[in-house]
């Protein structure tokens, strides 16, 4: 950079003025800084749970830091900010923001063709690395962009709930579709066994060959559909693929009467399964047509014709079948169509008979009685309805038709509009939505459950009730297992959890990573509810019922839970207590979280702060300190912890930081040590929304809305005030141990900015929307997160790019404003990235998406791009056709700036037919830059060129 | 990864019941109790008033049961230690200065400010002799530690008598002393050294054996002396003049070991307390400033110090250290006893040591231990055991202890809930319970929903608890929601009148002290500043 390295005169100053990144010289004489920066401090105020402050810091007012060349280039900046808006005017008609600087960029695309020649000849222009697209997602995911093959990743994260688990046959094992592939559990231990990988997309229907004998109890086959359309059969002790049956149309759900009814002659050629599946021809014409089909499937034939469809409805339903295996239905609306599986499966013509059951609320699941004709519905405010009888004189096997028919005329009470049973009866309990019902094997009993999250046993002769509650999270699915003292139930949380069954205990949870929770709108885009242990790999994310989640990334396993709020969680209330945040501390040995319990109609509401200390024998945190309300009513916007000592800061709306030390080293016990306030500080009472402590821990950076107060957090004194950003700052920064500051802004105006803090100035920025920042603690490497505006990404040119991913992750070294690589991800809103810095010495990072779900790789590996080179194509497509602007003023710095160059584009007719020389004259060297004069002229004829325009 | 199995194969769910509780509230930084303040802190306060004018002197019998005498005006009070009551009463002619116990107890010193000094048998009224000497008043008197026959006086004519008490006489008249004399004491290891402080700043250590009425050391204190007690070691002495206290070496030619200044006001009285029976040695000084400190003259620091309601003028330990008096200006005694246990446990510690000589107790403890199945004892036996080391453990799960409103808030009976933790007046408990309720979103309904009674209970604790600091963020807030939902129920009835003006009160009272805070904060914070600068 040329910056004058004399002291005495004001250095040239690269300032961001409206949108734009500018270079302007300040005046030769700096006007002295206005009033100086009122800095109040007020007296310590212990908070509650606190013992007082132990000292009292003073701050001296204002940036006078000893440093002359600070305090000019501090009024440098101040002068920058006052003229920002003239200034603003001044570059759209320099046409600075114009992609003239894109040269960069444009040498980059055009070698495109030849990238490798161009990548040596010009180096250390273009990229040093492509990119490859690590989209974190995988419903529904085209099968190119799945890196899930790729040695330097981890991918996890996955849900366990997209369709119920099963048990093996001995009940050792649980099956569990995880996105394509189907993971086998041990029930004993919690742990992964092995998985069922080949399925392309995510798998819907896992059905496990049922033992007839107690000899056939060790085979493990199971038969798999997807959404891939492909019907597979394993066996999965092996695992091993035995047969893949293609059926060319995504299947949503899928039953094999015959491996239920007759399992002594269950012979795999000839078998018969009803499955829904999604018509995809009629998909793609976006009618308002039947898409959902219920279709017989010859398994032998492995054809699906359209003469076999039994009920066509809008989308595709799941079936449900009888345990007996003779009835299987689906629920459409408020009503249930059962059929009856037509006996002799082998026989082609047969036709299953159907009837049909009608409610008048919308039904939400139902089940089937293993032995008798009894249906279970529960509907969506929570009834459960049991049906008698059902079928007696549509669905009548041939003997028993004759007897069934004079008992047709006896009143049937409470079965509604004639349906076939003989009887309807209501019970009501749940006072939400009924999500889950089954039988239990020997049909004495009912399990139902819903929203509620508590799981009810009813006695199906009586109606007695016996209850499972505080599961804290809605139920899904509710499975038994040939064992009988064993069954599962999956909750929406992600947790798979195994019950001992006659007492209903939960013996073993399967915890995958939960979800993440609705903050209320004030903390929305701050979203820190994800901490890192970048040692370990351990990420803590806050969770609905009141936890944090600790979930170890590189084995995706959670593994354990830290009650953060002593609360029962009741799923679907109003949220009234939330976990706003949590941070972890470099080592990983504190963890700090904040909660927020929100005032009812002004009532109460309670902000308070805790400290944890990890329990290194467990990997868990026990509670150190509790501050309540430690910012008084205001909440907390942020935490960051130093890098090295016990010391972390809180900052608030409420316009003040705090800054917490542990006094544990006070010749105390470990068991005593507790969090203290030792200074609070404040900048002109903005609120404070982001906080970050450099590299070695002697300047912690405060934003102060939209300015960054750098701070001495051992004295606390005022170090020095960096020039304002426009929108308020929302992340902060250190890269690494270097100068280098990033902050990001978002709302209105989104912004990346790079601050150096040795010469107090901005390096450079980008109009990008950022999520998340992160930086390695040893390089100076950093990378961001950044959201790809909506109407950039749906351009038609770049639809096929991006395929519904919405953000990216840039990857910048030191002041480099070049990105070493960008990946495009997808639901990045609400995610969050981080470095992973093992003992190995590896930089990795760890992304984790707005759902949760995540990927580590290795960023500088070069396997990945290589192996992934469709991707590659892919986005070198959009670069060159995006409006990525990068560009240089003294051949480093560049502006990136997308929507101005959409407004530029439609209001570029008048620059384009004069001549703007000014465009050529910056491209250059510094030496070369033209006198003044010369600018000026340029300039005002540009002025007047513009005004005539306007005018004609 | 092995590791990891097994703590998932040990783990068992927690329990998912949480109690509502209330906000924890700060730890005090005390620093952790040393045997010290444990020590001094365990007698137990027990005042005796009724005593007119100060109390000049407190004396203690060498004898269990360590009864004590305490001079006040012109009374000399014998009290039990046992009971702390008084015994027996001696009459004097003048002021009380000084009193002192014969080495077996049976016989009582006393001077008085007429310049007498006379001697009582503990168990008669009348004196047995009367020494008339000094020229004006005595200000005290001591027995050596052992002899029996002899007496040291002093007195405001500046002269010590060294007395012959049974023949009344002064053994010899000791002169040196250039003021009033105002204190002295007995050599414990030797009986006719003594040492005598004076107002004329100095102290002189005298010999009743050397005949030329010469002193044989002198020590300057730099201030009046006021008091001098002998450490029991015999060699070294601590002087108290002025808000000073100095522990010279006596042996070492009067060099001064160290010295204590953490008085405010006038050292009054010294003395020596033993903590417990092998406990070390500690100076107890009292003075006018109202407190009395403990002063480890080993380590040369205070290690006690209690504050007591009158500036005290005299204290006296117990030989076996269960009894420590303090004497105020106002005529108070502050009498503490060791409490039971504490004293047990060193008559505990004494029986062991004694049952390791005699076989006999050992076997009567024995028997003493031996259950029979006729005991009730024998049915309880193992209850209270401690496991061993090796022994194996089996935890039992302990469940949740739930109070009354945990477990009407378990049934989602919040109303209930809300008037059972107000019937059962724990304030902290109602805030916890209120919170809940917030977090319930049903605490505008409970409030609605609350009958006469129950309303007039909850607005009895508003009034008693919405200016407390803790609670008040939240209090405040519902008790206006009270007033505005039942305004029109509240206003009518007489009962409520009299806690709306009581609340009205402790608002405005609230207000008022805001206010004054806001005033303190306007005059300090330039300071503040100024001090930042």
Request: glycine share 8%; aromatic share 8%; charged share 25%.
């Amino acid at each position: 950079m040329p910056i004058n390295k004399d002291p005495s005169t004001p250095p040239p100053v690269i300032g961001k003025i409206g949108p734009y990144t500018v270079f302007m010289t300040p005046p030769a004489t700096p006007k002295p800084p206005e009033s100086p920066a009122a800095v109040s401090q007020k007296p310590n105020l212990p908070p509650p749970v606190l013992p007082p402050p132990q000292q009292f810091k003073s701050v001296a007012s204002s940036a006078q830091d000893g440093s002359v060349l600070g305090f000019f280039k501090n009024a440098a900046t101040k002068v920058q900010n006052a003229h920002s808006s003239v200034d603003d005017h001044l570059v759209r008609w320099f046409g600075l923001n114009q992609s003239k600087y894109q040269w960069a960029l444009d040498e980059y695309y055009e070698g495109k063709g030849s990238k490798n020649r161009k990548k040596q000849e010009e180096g250390f222009r273009a990229f040093k690395r492509t990119k490859f697209c690590a989209s974190a997602s995988f419903y529904p995911e085209p099968p190119s962009a799945s890196p899930s093959t790729l040695a330097a990743m981890i991918r996890g994260g996955r849900s366990h709930l997209t369709s119920p688990p099963s048990f093996s046959n001995d009940a050792k094992k649980l099956l569990v579709c995880t996105g394509n592939t189907v993971s086998v559990f041990s029930a004993a231990t919690g742990l992964q066994i092995t998985s069922l990988e080949g399925h392309t997309a995510p798998v819907t229907t896992l059905l496990v060959v049922p033992a007839s004998t107690a000899a056939q109890k060790i085979l493990s086959y199971c038969w798999t559909a997807s959404l891939d359309g492909m019907i597979r059969y394993w066996d999965f002790s092996g695992p091993e693929l035995l047969k893949t049956v293609d059926a060319k149309v995504p299947i949503y759900s899928m039953v094999i009467p015959s491996l239920l009814s007759e399992p002594q002659q269950v012979d795999s050629s000839k078998l018969v399964a009803y499955v829904s599946v999604e018509d995809a021809s009629l998909v793609k014409e976006g009618s308002k047509e039947l898409r959902g089909h219920i279709r017989r499937f010859d398994l032998a034939k492995e054809r699906l014709s359209r003469g076999d469809t039994l009920k066509e409805t809008e989308e595709p339903k799941s079936i449900v079948i009888s345990p007996s295996g003779e009835f299987f239905g689906i629920r459409h609306k408020c009503k249930i169509h059962v059929w009856g599986v037509p006996s002799g499966g082998g026989s082609r013509n047969a036709v299953a008979k159907k009837m049909t059951l009608h409610h008048t609320k919308v039904i939400n699941a139902f089940a089937f009685h293993p032995t008798e004709r009894i249906i279970a519905a529960g509907d969506v405010t929570g009834r459960v309805l049991i049906w008698r009888g059902f079928g007696n004189r549509k669905l009548a096997l041939g003997s028993q038709k004759k007897s069934v028919r004079s008992v047709v005329d006896l009143d049937n009470p409470g079965v509604r509009d004639g349906d076939d049973a003989e009887s309807c009866t209501t019970w009501h309990w749940h006072s939400a939505e009924v999500n889950v019902l089954n039988f239990s094997s020997d049909g004495a009993y009912l399990y139902s459950g819903g929203r509620e999250g508590v799981l009810v046993v009813w006695q199906l002769d009586t109606g007695k009730k016996k209850f499972l509650p505080r599961i804290g999270s809605p139920l899904l699915y509710f499975i038994w297992s040939p064992e009988p003292t064993l069954s599962s139930v999956v909750c929406a949380d992600n947790q798979i959890h195994l019950l001992k069954m006659p007492s209903m205990e939960i013996s073993r949870t399967i915890s995958g990573i939960k979800p993440p929770p609705s903050l209320p709108k004030m903390y929305e885009g701050l979203s820190s509810t994800v901490a890192f242990d970048r040692s370990s790999g351990i990420a803590a994310l806050c969770t609905e019922n009141y936890c944090v989640q600790l979930y170890n990334l590189l084995n995706d396993r959670g593994i354990s839970e830290v009650q953060v709020c002593e609360r029962n969680h009741q799923p679907g209330d109003e949220i009234t207590v939330v976990v706003t945040a949590v941070a972890l501390s470099l080592d990983g040995s504190v963890m700090s979280t904040t909660e927020v319990k929100l005032p009812e109609d002004g009532i109460g509401g309670l902000v308070s702060l805790k400290f944890w200390e990890s329990e290194p024998d467990n990997k868990t945190f026990t509670l150190s300190t509790i501050v309540y309300e430690p910012h008084k009513d205001a909440g907390v916007s942020a935490i960051a912890f130093h890098p090295t000592r016990s010391m972390a800061v809180s900052t608030s709306f409420g316009g003040d930081f705090k800054i917490w030390v542990c006094n544990s080293d006070k010749s105390q016990t470990d068991k005593d040590s507790s969090w203290i306030c030792h200074a609070v500080g404040s900048y002109k009472k903005k609120p404070m929304t982001a906080a970050a402590f450099s590299g070695d821990g002697t300047v912690l950076a405060v934003a102060a809305e939209n300015v960054i107060t750098l701070w001495n957090p051992n004295k606390n004194i005022l170090l020095s005030v960096l020039g304002a950003t426009l929108t308020p700052i929302t992340k902060l920064s250190f890269v690494g141990k270097s100068e280098f500051l990033v902050a990001a802004s978002n709302f209105p105006k989104p912004e990346l900015s790079v601050w150096n803090t040795s010469k107090l100035s901005l390096s450079w920025s980008y109009e990008l929307r950022i999520e998340a920042v992160t930086s390695a603690v040893d390089s100076s490497t950093f990378a961001v997160l950044a959201l790809v505006p909506k109407s950039f990404r749906k351009s038609k040119s770049k639809k096929n790019i991006f395929r519904g991913r919405d953000g990216a992750i840039l990857l910048f070294n030191g002041s480099d404003p070049k990105p070493v690589s960008i990946w495009t991800v997808m639901k990045a809103q609400g995610g969050s990235i981080s470095f992973l810095e093992g003992d190995k010495s590896q930089l990795r990072l760890a992304y984790v998406n707005g759902s949760h779900e995540y990927v580590v790789f290795d960023p500088n590996s070069d396997d990945t791009h290589e192996r992934s080179a469709i991707d590659y194509e892919g986005l070198v497509g959009d670069e060159e056709t995006g409006d990525f602007g990068y560009t240089s003023l003294y051949g480093q710095l560049p502006d990136y700036d997308k929507k101005r160059k959409d407004d530029a584009e439609s209001l570029a007719t008048p620059f384009v037919s004069s001549e703007r020389p000014w465009e050529t004259i910056f491209s250059g060297s510094t030496l070369n830059f033209p006198p003044l004069q010369k600018l000026c002229g340029e300039f005002f004829e540009s002025l007047m060129e513009k005004s005539n325009s306007v005018v004609e | 990864m092995e590791e990891e199995l097994r703590v998932r194969l040990n783990d068992h769910q927690p329990s998912k019941i949480f109690p509502v509780k209330p906000k924890s509230t700060p730890k005090t930084l005390s620093k952790p109790e040393t045997p010290d303040s444990r020590y001094w802190s365990s007698f137990k306060p027990h005042s005796i008033p009724n005593l007119v004018s100060s109390i000049s002197a407190v004396a203690f019998s060498p004898i269990p049961p360590h009864s004590f005498a305490v001079a006040h005006s012109t009374t000399v009070s014998l009290f039990s230690s046992n009971t702390l009551t008084t015994s027996r009463r001696f009459s004097f002619k003048d002021v009380v200065s000084s009193v002192s116990f014969r080495s077996d107890g049976a016989l009582l010193a006393a001077s008085d400010l007429s310049g007498t000094v006379q001697v009582f048998d503990v168990k008669e009224r009348m004196a047995l002799r009367s020494l008339r000497s000094h020229k004006a008043a005595a200000r005290f008197v001591k027995y050596p530690v052992h002899d029996k026959l002899h007496l040291v006086s002093g007195g405001d004519d500046g002269v010590v008598k060294y007395w012959d008490v049974a023949g009344g006489t002064v053994i010899s008249d000791l002169i040196g002393h250039k003021d009033y004399v105002r204190c002295g004491d007995c050599s414990p290891v030797n009986d006719s050294m003594f040492a005598t402080g004076s107002y004329d700043h100095t102290i002189k250590v005298w010999d009743a054996r050397v005949g030329n009425s010469k002193w044989i050391a002198e020590i300057n204190h730099g201030a009046p002396v006021e008091d001098i007690v002998y450490l029991p070691s015999g060699g070294m002495i601590a002087t108290a003049g002025l808000n000073s206290v100095k522990v010279w070496d006596l042996i070492g030619g009067g060099r001064m070991v160290c010295s204590m200044e953490s008085h405010n006001k006038t050292v009054t009285c010294l003395s020596v307390g033993r903590m417990g029976l092998e406990g070390e040695n500690r100076i107890v000084s009292c003075s006018l400033d109202g407190y009395m400190k403990v002063f480890d003259y080993g380590r040369g620091k205070v290690t006690y110090s209690m504050r007591f309601p009158a500036p005290l003028m005299s204290v006296g330990i117990s030989p076996d250290s269960s009894v420590r008096v303090v004497g105020g200006s106002n005529g108070m005694v502050f009498a503490g006893k060791k409490k039971k246990k504490a004293r047990d446990e060193e008559e505990k510690k004494k029986a062991s040591v004694m049952s390791f000589w005699s076989v006999k107790s050992e076997v009567d403890e024995s028997r003493r231990r031996a259950l029979r199945p006729s005991y009730f004892r024998y049915f309880q036996r193992g209850q209270s055991e401690k496991p061993s080391k090796d022994d194996y453990l089996v935890k039992e799960s302990k469940g949740v202890k739930l109070t009354r409103h945990d477990k009407l808030l378990k049934k989602f009976r919040h109303k209930e809930a809300l008037v059972s933790v107000l019937e059962e007046k724990k304030p902290a408990d109602v805030v916890a319970v209120m919170e809940e309720l917030v977090a319930r979103r049903k605490i505008v309904k409970c409030v609605s929903n609350l009958e006469e009674g129950e309303l007039g209970l909850l607005l009895g604790f508003l009034q008693r608890y919405c200016t407390v600091e803790r609670y008040s963020k939240l209090l405040m807030a519902l008790t206006k929601k009270v007033l505005e939902t039942r305004g029109e129920e509240i206003n009518g009835k007489e009962e409520f009148k009299g806690i709306l003006r009581n609340l009205k009160r402790e608002v405005n009272q609230e207000i008022k002290i805001q206010q004054s805070l806001l005033e303190i904060q306007g005059v300090i914070a330039p300071l503040m500043r100024i001090a930042g600068r």
